[in-house]
């Protein structure tokens, strides 16, 4: 991979919640501009609370940057521009009459023009496959649908950094191969949180693993994922499409895997 600029730089991350409960503790970080990035590790790791704390939704003294800028009360609002979150219950993201409505509510905080916040949301509504719910109520919609319309709420922002919490969770397989051709056709730079390791290996060039609020392993997907020793030491399992790919280098000696 070639370097480029750290599109995230985390340094010395701790954070225990109200009631003492330690959930990070000394995370250090670097993302690159333009990667894909697993977040993998069992209940209670400490995945969501690392996502709410790349835009400032969770804040502490310790080190976070967003492209060379640190995390601070007064910036926020560019942070949030520049960082999109994706919750894992798109009922936490969607609040307004229509889908429309929650589609345009970034860009109208962005005091775009009308003519500008149309064409967001309908070029949004588009990427998800979703422009015809576009005057829908938002709450009729299957669970399925709103995730992408979760999206979309995000995607009309023009984020340079994607944060997904459980993007797959409750997804019918055909809705779930069609959020990973999604991400593999976005080019911006992506966190992703997940238990589907499976798609972890085919969206995320990179995995870091944790394990009670603590960094415990980073690498190469494939180098991970394949692990068996290390992913069951943290209460994981190799995912089954590892093994068609041992299967393929059996057969062909080589391997493909979309990133």
Do not use: W
Request: aromatic share 6%; charged share 25%.
């Amino acid at each position: 991979m070639k370097l480029g600029r750290k599109a995230i730089e985390i340094r010395d991350l701790s954070y225990a919640y109200p009631d003492g409960t330690v959930a990070l503790s000394d995370i250090n970080l670097d993302v690159i501009e333009g990667e894909s990035i697993g977040i993998i590790g069992p209940n209670g790791a400490g995945k969501s609370t690392l996502l709410l704390h790349l835009n400032g939704l969770l804040q502490n003294n310790s080190g976070i940057k967003i492209f060379g800028e640190k995390i601070i009360q007064s910036n926020l609002p560019q942070i949030r521009r520049k960082v999109g979150l994706v919750f894992q219950d798109p009922d936490n993201q969607l609040f307004m009459p229509t889908v429309f409505d929650d589609v345009a509510f970034g860009p109208i905080n962005m005091s775009f023009s009308k003519e500008e916040i149309n064409n967001l949301v309908d070029e949004a509504l588009k990427k998800v496959d979703m422009l015809k719910f576009k005057n829908h109520p938002s709450h009729h919609l299957s669970f399925g649908e709103k995730k992408r319309i979760s999206l979309a709420t995000v995607l009309s922002m023009k984020p340079e950094i994607l944060v997904l919490d459980e993007p797959a969770s409750n997804l019918d397989p055909r809705s779930r191969r069609q959020l990973i051709q999604f991400l593999n056709r976005l080019t911006i730079t992506k966190i992703i949180a997940t238990h589907d390791l499976d798609l972890v290996l085919e969206t995320c060039g990179r995995v870091i693993l944790l394990h009670g609020g603590r960094l415990v392993s980073e690498g190469d997907t494939l180098d991970i994922l394949k692990d068996k020793d290390l992913l069951e030491k943290h209460s994981l399992e190799v995912p089954p499409s590892i093994y068609k790919i041992k299967e393929e280098i059996s057969d062909s000696k080589s391997i493909k895997i979309f990133r």
